[in-house]
């Protein structure tokens, strides 16, 4: 089955520490990676995504991800942390294959808290 | 950049009541939108893929006939919760893709629908 995983519930840092939230998925074929921010009550931002290329993204709000398709893995970087980066994030996969809706798998998501 | 309104931002109803969501693509034009629901702390659920001009295609285990998706047209989709009780109570979550967009952009999301049933 198709499914992304986000291991850890809420991630703890204090301000101007790097940050890391994990993500791994399991996807047949070539995947479409993606990660979301959101706020309290509100939609989702896009903040980056992986298609094809260099392993290592660069997105919105200083953030980036690397792709690692030996561990499967996209897991999503901040190299120093802002108190207003304490959201909940998600990483999204869409198979290669998804009947050309553009579908997206969710991850469970997970908590950023950055502490001051 | 690409922007979904969706209206109402909250609604309170009663039980047996129905409740009619909108999401509009401002700014481009989507023949596909998505409608997600999601639980406190919980991620999101696909519910349906509604399609301009053709009947919506729901997830399984999804109730077609309570969760109506009508896709009028190329910037508006609409799902009414039909009778809506309690454990209708959620946080609706809308989602397009810009028609003239490559396959592999991301989607744009409105800000969501807080539904409660009293």
């Known amino acids: 089955a198709q499914s992304v995983a986000q291991p850890e519930d809420q991630v703890n840092v204090a301000e101007g520490n790097p940050l890391t939230v994990k993500c791994t998925y399991s996807v047949s074929g070539n995947p479409y990676l993606f990660w979301y921010v959101q706020y309290p009550n509100r939609g989702l931002q896009f903040l980056l995504k992986?298609?094809?290329?260099?392993?290592l993204v660069k997105g919105s709000y200083g953030f980036e991800a690397e792709f690692n398709k030996s561990q499967t893995s996209f897991h999503l970087k901040k190299p120093s942390a802002l108190v207003s980066d304490s959201a909940l994030y998600f990483c999204a996969v869409r198979p290669a294959f998804s009947g050309g809706y553009n579908k997206l798998i969710f991850g469970a998501g997970t908590r950023l808290a950055v502490h001051p | 950049g690409a922007v979904v309104s969706q209206h109402p931002s909250w609604v309170i109803c009663k039980s047996g009541t129905s409740v009619k969501i909108e999401c509009r693509s401002l700014d481009f034009q989507a023949t596909t939108m998505f409608w997600y629901r999601q639980f406190p702390k919980q991620s999101l659920m696909l519910m349906a893929t509604s399609n301009e001009g053709s009947k919506a295609t729901y997830e399984q285990g999804v109730e077609k006939d309570k969760f109506l998706i009508n896709h009028a047209s190329l910037t508006l989709s609409t799902l009414t919760v039909t009778s809506a009780h309690p454990e209708d109570s959620s946080f609706y979550i809308c989602?397009?893709?810009?028609?003239?967009?490559?396959?592999?952009?991301?989607?744009?999301f409105g800000n969501g629908t807080r539904l409660t049933v009293t």
């Open positions: 989602s397009a893709r810009d028609i003239d967009s490559p396959y592999n952009s991301p989607l744009h």
């Open positions: 992986y298609i094809t290329g260099d392993n």
